[in-house]
């Protein structure tokens, strides 16, 4: 290896490139801009008043801080579920009136206030709630209008009662401890505002009411055709703004210990305000409790700040405008140009160098020589059907193929000429496999491991796995579930090729070459999923061995084939058995006379060969060219290869001009003929074979005679 | 240079001629100049928009500076949050008086007592709370009232119709509806004259204006309106002027008694103002302040209220200083 | 009569609003001692001048399908500049240029921060109408009323001034309703406005000048808002800055919205904004000859907005199929 090759397989080999796309594709990494403007309004307002974030001044910043908090919080719930609510301000307002005036005019107790508040702000947020989500009237405008009422009304209320709260003299411990006190220097405000905030994000981001709610903003339409109760969710988003209003209301009065008609006077621009510089987009879907809060943080911090400066009237609003301005900006732009951002920082290859192999030239000589045997297949279903991946037959010769529309069609036995849709799956069924009951177990991309029983009921086995530690991606996730086969105990062995990109976009991955394919066993005993191999480049077809302990495992993009014994004596062990190949191995399955059929989707090039060992230049390449323009492995040849239980080459069956099939990712040996199938074709191949067992089936070669 | 900057002058010139003679026994001028030397004062308007507001801040501001303190003003901006945010903040600054213009009777009280609680004394100006503490400088609201309902009954004389119109400010703020509780006082000394309509302005000149066209088209024979607030009193001016009623509708209002209030005297735009003499209740905040600086009092345990006199001014009492100037303060700056 | 409704859509709305209307006129006629006069008609039209043309203002940005949050900074701020460098004793001429040049700006600084940069419009103007005051207020003016000084008596007389005992401020409402009726109606640009409001993308297909007709949108309101300014100001010879805290911002709303314009945009002309704006007047109008307090004056006419909007729900629901994601 040269001295150049080794340096760049350490420098991409150790520096982790890909950390930065996987960062970038992280949601939270939405909160980066209302983060960063966080610390600079904290280092900007910290510098400019030395003790502005004294203890004594950080503990009544935060009192107040909890009350605009939990409104903030309320006003973010409503913007996430696609409105606005205008009449924050006067609903606390409001129910800071109703709570004084149980304490001060009727003389009750400190429950019966906060039973006040929180029903006032109920029934305000009930009422807003009916019209804009049952009546569906517009939110701004409806929210204006009812902040208008409720503005009045307050209004009316303080010049009426406001001299018989003054002339009360009411002692309460309890309404005074709430306002002034605390517990451990934090003030009750915001220890309330800080369990509001850990309900509403557990509420948002983990209940079933909380994804209706970003479903209805993220779509309202498509939540709306997924069944989903938008009016009710809607109407619930303003019932919890009101709620947290109210709350709100109730603390301000304990603080003041009594109402003015200033109060909550323009607590709607600020809480708006707070709410979209903490990044939350207005219409709704996108955003979340922390970034409320952060945004909440930030107004108050700047508009203390600034009075605190002494500078004019005016300066404040000017600032807050900026910012304001500067928030948006930054958050629509952020929001537009994340995803182009991503798509050229995440392709992070590394230096991958494949041994060489025995050539594929025909009439090479070499055990790997191509023939154009291929093109001697007839074609089933000719433009009738998109992408089998996968084919499989059952015991009553009926043929099932999964398709690009997320269906798993069946042709009819005899002459398959009739095909059926068989289940739908959705996303993109590949690898096949029947268990012994002869349900029929699916490898879904981009959604997990499924299974068909004989009625057609689909049943999800499973979605997720056990997550690694410190991952920056959720490899829980199954993205590229890809081929299974099922042990005789019935565990369901199979794999998912890539953590870093959708099913779809499985050439990206050869692009980068970053081994994170990895074998799974699915137990039908506990419905558990386990990882059982990690790190393994493109891994891709899983074929039960013979002896049923272990499994024929194919790496694409390494073009190699292992061997993994999950059982007898040997369990554990990972041999490697083809060690290189002139092709990239997709499906292997069992043939009848004892060895393996394993697909080639494609063959490999010098040129390609010689890309994998200059990581550098395809960083560039990605970065700099269209994807049009990148070099990608050729799949424009491929090829069926025959295999022994050491991995020696037995049989090559290729298609020189890839008129029949030019991409193989499958195929099945049933009956005496060879069923073909490729993710790109628009057809299934059969090739008979000569002299093969005519009797033999998959079904009984693992199910016995039986079947 | 200002009055009492010319006041201090002369007086710290007397001090320097007697000296010899008193300068053993006389603890006076080092308390005097020890009260308030490096100490803090904070003032917390409504706003620092208003002449009022600015007139404190100068008149006050130099005195404080003058003797060797420092002055702070934090601006609420018409906020009343902002504003008990800004005292909070103040309480935590630790200055040793802060002067507060409360919006509303109530909103402050608490922080008031934070504040004595904290060693710091409380002057309330212009809107009285209710919670009194060591003093409260302002005008009397029901006072002022008062004079406005006079001005507008010598306005409009024993054989006119005897109707008047009242454009308030609104229904919630204190000094409105302690300035039509004065009317009523004196409406009751003079039972022929009645109130035929009492439009709220909301504290926009435009709605003045509109409500006062209506009330005059509605009540043609109105002879006298009093307006809440020189502001305002513009738009019902217009109003006045609009129905070719210069001269024979009496327009009387309060005002801070700045120069652009003397300049509508003159003009004619309204014809008696009931000012607020800021000069000299800016002199009573201050020597409450050197007084409380020196007496060491503790916060919380004295009551103070000192009420500004007011009078009526018309357009014949103008003279030069009638009005004080805020473009004065920019020149001596 | 009919055909003129049916011109344009949403005409159920404007029908309830414009009976709403006639029958609130009948009844003050009959009941209200002095209400059907001469004088006070003209009083009505006078108050509700104003509010009229910033309704014209926001009338065409809403039909673009934006809305202008700074139209009342803008009338604010632009004006009192304006008086504050006649204060500087600036000869009146270069006085009004000056705040004309700023005015524009401003309205072009929304239609970029719109069109441009793709900021909601209610941010947006939100962000430009705060800043505006923000700035105005704590760099160029030192008080929250500035006064007209003395000596511009031609600026006073034109508050003053009638014709045919109609008040200047009528006059300018017509001038401009009829403008903009024209303009909208007949010009290239005014069409592309409801053709923006309308379907943005489709627009942009089109081939339409998309960006710059928002700039242009949103220019023209700032315009319309600072010659509401002027006409308040000549009217009372001041300008309160704090008018910016009143509600006068969402009045203008519910004129536009009330009319039935809906702020889905692309939709209602010159004939809703009139509807409702007379609305509007006849009802404040009526409620300030009863003697009725603001507070409860705030309290009906915002209950009567909610009922049409409530009427309007029930006539016309939203579809969950049609409905524009992010149309709040």
């Known amino acids: 290896m040269k001295l150049s090759e080794s340096l760049a397989r350490l420098r991409y080999g150790l520096f982790p490139d890909h950390l930065v796309g996987e960062v970038l594709s992280k949601r ?129 209320l303080v010049v009426n009662f406001s001299a018989q709260v003054q002339l009360a003299d009411v002692q309460t411990p309890i309404w005074d401890f709430i306002g002034d006190g605390g517990v451990a220097g934090f003030p009750i405000s915001l220890i309330v505002a800080v369990l509001v905030a850990i309900l509403a994000h557990v509420f948002i981001s983990r209940s079933r009411l909380g994804w209706h709610v970003l479903a209805v903003g993220g779509s309202r339409r498509s939540a709306f055709n997924a069944g989903i109760s938008v009016r009710r969710t809607v109407f619930m988003t303003y019932m919890i703004s009101g709620l947290c209003s109210g709350l709100a209301g109730f603390l301000i009065g304990a603080r003041l210990s009594g109402v003015g008609p200033g109060t909550g006077a323009g607590l709607e621009i600020l809480a708006l305000t707070a709410g979209v510089v903490g990044g939350n987009s207005l219409g709704g879907g996108r955003g979340s409790i922390a970034k409320g809060l952060m945004g909440a943080v930030i107004v108050l911090i700047l508009t203390n700040g600034l009075i605190r400066l002494g500078f004019t009237s005016g300066t404040n609003q000017m600032v807050l405008g900026v910012v304001l301005a500067l928030a948006v900006f930054l958050d629509v732009r952020w929001l537009k140009n994340r995803s182009k951002v991503l798509a050229k920082v995440y392709v992070a290859p590394v230096y991958s160098a494949l041994p060489s192999t025995p050539s594929a030239e025909p009439d090479s000589g070499s055990p790997f020589a191509l023939n154009d045997r291929l093109a001697e297949t007839e074609f089933i279903g000719l433009g009738e059907i998109e992408g089998p991946e996968d084919v499989i037959l059952d015991e009553d010769d009926n043929l099932y193929c999964g398709t690009r529309n997320g269906e798993v069609v069946r042709f009819l036995a005899p002459d398959y000429k009739q095909w059926e849709v068989f289940a739908h799956t959705g996303g993109f069924p590949l690898g096949l496999a029947f268990d012994r009951a002869g349900a029929l177990t699916v490898c879904v991309g981009a959604m997990g491991l499924y299974s068909v029983a004989r009625d057609r009921t689909v049943t999800r086995l499973s979605a997720e796995t056990n997550r690694t530690p410190f991952s920056i991606l959720d490899d829980a996730r199954l993205r590229d579930p890809n081929d299974c086969d099922i042990a005789p105990d019935g565990r369901i062995f199979f794999t998912d090729s890539t953590t870093r990109y959708d099913a779809h976009d499985w050439a990206l991955d050869s692009v980068e070459s970053r081994p994170t394919g990895r074998l799974l066993v699915y137990d039908p005993r506990n419905g558990r999923t386990r990882t059982v191999l990690r790190g393994m480049s493109y891994l891709n077809g899983v074929c039960m061995a013979h002896d049923g302990q272990s499994l024929f495992l194919a790496e694409s993009w390494a073009c190699r084939v292992h061997r993994y014994w999950f059982d007898g004596p040997k369990a554990g062990r990972l041999d490697c058995v083809i060690a290189a190949m002139p092709g990239y191995p997709d499906n292997i399955n069992r043939a009848s006379d004892g060895g393996y059929w394993m697909a080639w989707l494609g063959m490999r090039t010098p040129s390609y060969d010689l890309a994998l060992r200059k990581p550098g230049m395809r960083k560039r390449m990605t970065r700099r060219l269209p994807q049009d323009d990148w070099l990608f492995p050729n799949i424009n040849t491929g090829g069926v290869v025959k295999f022994d239980e050491n991995g020696a080459i037995t049989e090559v069956l290729g298609n020189l001009g890839g008129h029949s099939h030019p991409m193989v990712t499958s195929m099945r040996e049933h009956k005496g003929a060879l069923y073909v199938g490729g993710i790109l074709n628009n057809r299934i191949g059969r090739y008979r074979l000569e002299g093969a067992d005519p009797s033999w089936t998959g079904m009984r070669s693992y199910w016995g005679e039986g079947r | 240079m200002p009055a009492s900057k010319t006041a201090l002058a002369l007086a710290t010139a007397g001090f320097l001629a007697a000296a010899p003679a008193f300068a053993r026994n006389d603890p006076g001028p080092a308390t005097y100049d020890a009260a308030l030397k490096d100490k803090t004062v904070v003032l917390v308007p409504m706003s620092t928009g208003e002449d009022l507001a600015q007139g404190w801040a100068h008149y006050v501001g130099d005195a404080v500076k003058a003797a060797g303190g420092k002055f702070e003003v934090r601006d609420p901006n018409w906020n009343t949050e902002a504003g008990a945010q800004a005292i909070t903040e103040a309480i935590n600054s630790k200055p040793a008086v802060i002067i507060v213009q409360a919006p509303d009777l109530q909103s402050y009280s608490k922080l008031f007592r934070r504040a004595q609680e904290a060693g710091i004394y409380v002057i309330q100006v212009d809107n009285p709370t209710n919670y009194p503490t060591e003093a409260f400088v302002g005008s009397n609201w029901t006072k002022l009232g008062e004079l406005e309902a006079q001005a507008v009954i010598n306005g409009c004389g024993p054989n006119s119709s005897k109707e008047i119109g009242l454009i308030q400010g609104d229904q919630t703020n204190s000094s409105s509806l302690d300035q039509y509780t004065g009317i009523q006082n004196v409406l009751k000394d003079h039972p022929d004259f009645k109130i035929v309509a009492q439009p709220d302005s909301n504290w926009d000149a435009s709605t003045a204006r509109s409500v006062a066209t209506t009330l005059i088209q509605q009540h043609p024979n109105v002879c006298g309106i009093i307006d809440y607030w020189d502001a305002t009193a513009q738009g019902t001016a217009a109003a006045i002027r609009a129905a070719g009623k210069t001269g024979k509708i009496t327009l009387a209002t309060t005002g801070g008694g700045e120069q652009a209030d003397c300049n509508l005297l003159d003009t004619g735009v309204i014809d008696a103002l009931v000012a607020t003499d800021v000069p000299n209740q800016s002199r009573d905040v201050i020597t409450t302040i050197k007084f409380l600086m020196q007496s060491g009092i503790k916060p919380g345990t004295v009551k103070t209220w000192l009420y500004t006199p007011e009078h009526i001014t018309t357009k014949a009492d103008i003279k030069n200083g009638t009005c004080w100037n805020l473009k004065d303060f920019a020149k001596s700056k | 009569m009919t055909g003129w409704f049916l011109l344009l859509g949403r005409r159920r709305q404007e029908d309830t609003v414009f009976l709403l209307t006639i029958l609130l006129f009948l009844t003050f006629s009959f009941v209200l001692h002095g209400f059907l006069t001469t004088g006070n008609i003209i009083a009505l039209l006078r108050s509700v001048a104003l509010l009229g043309i910033l309704a014209v203002g926001m009338g065409i940005v809403v039909i673009g399908r934006g809305i202008d949050l700074s139209l009342v900074a803008i009338l604010a701020i632009s004006v009192a500049v304006f008086l504050n460098l006649l204060g500087q004793s600036y000869p009146i001429g270069i006085a009004l240029l000056l705040a004309l040049v700023g005015v524009i700006a401003v309205g072009a600084l929304n239609g970029v921060l719109t069109a441009y940069a793709e900021m909601p419009a209610i941010f947006a103007t939100l962000a430009t109408g705060t800043f505006v005051y923000g700035l105005g207020r704590s760099q160029f003016l030192t008080q929250d009323v500035i006064y007209l000084p003395p000596g511009h008596d031609l600026f006073t007389a034109f508050g003053n001034a009638r014709l045919a005992s109609i008040p200047v401020e009528v006059v300018v409402f017509a001038f401009i309703l009829v403008g903009a009726f024209l303009w909208l109606r007949f010009s290239k640009y005014g069409r592309y406005i409801y053709l923006i409001g309308d379907n943005l993308n489709a627009a942009r297909n089109a081939g339409l000048p998309v960006r710059p007709v928002i700039v242009l949108q949103y220019v023209v309101s700032a315009l319309l808002a600072f010659v509401a300014g002027l006409i308040m100001a000549a009217g009372i010879h001041s300008m309160n800055t704090r008018i910016v805290n009143s509600s006068l911002l969402y009045d203008v709303i519910l004129v536009v919205v009330i009319g039935g314009i809906g702020l889905s945009g692309g939709k209602g002309g010159v004939r809703n904004l009139i509807v409702g704006t007379l609305l509007i007047g006849i009802l404040l109008n009526g409620m300030t000859i009863l003697d009725i307090s603001d507070l409860y004056q705030n309290l009906i006419k915002a209950t009567v907005l909610l009922a049409a909007l409530i009427v309007d729900g029930v006539l016309n629901p939203r579809d969950e199929q049609t409905d524009q994601q992010g149309d709040i």
């Open chain 1, 28 to 156: 939270w990494t939405d909160n980066a801009i209302p983060l960063v403007f966080l610390l600079a309004t904290v280092i900007g307002v910290g510098t400019a008043i030395p003790d502005f974030f004294s203890l004594a001044s950080l503990a009544d910043a935060s009192r107040q801080l909890g009350e605009f908090a939990i409104v903030v919080m309320g006003l973010t719930i409503v913007m996430l579920g696609g409105g606005i609510d205008l009449s924050v301000g006067a609903t606390f307002a409001l129910s800071a009136f109703a709570s004084v005036a149980v304490i001060y005019i009727m003389g009750g107790p400190i429950w019966l206030a906060l039973l006040a508040a929180l029903a006032t702000g109920a029934v305000v947020g009930a009422a807003n709630g009916v019209l804009i989500g049952y009546l569906r009237l517009r939110a701004f405008l409806t929210t204006l209008v009812t902040f208008t009422i409720l503005h009045a009304i307050y209004s009316i």
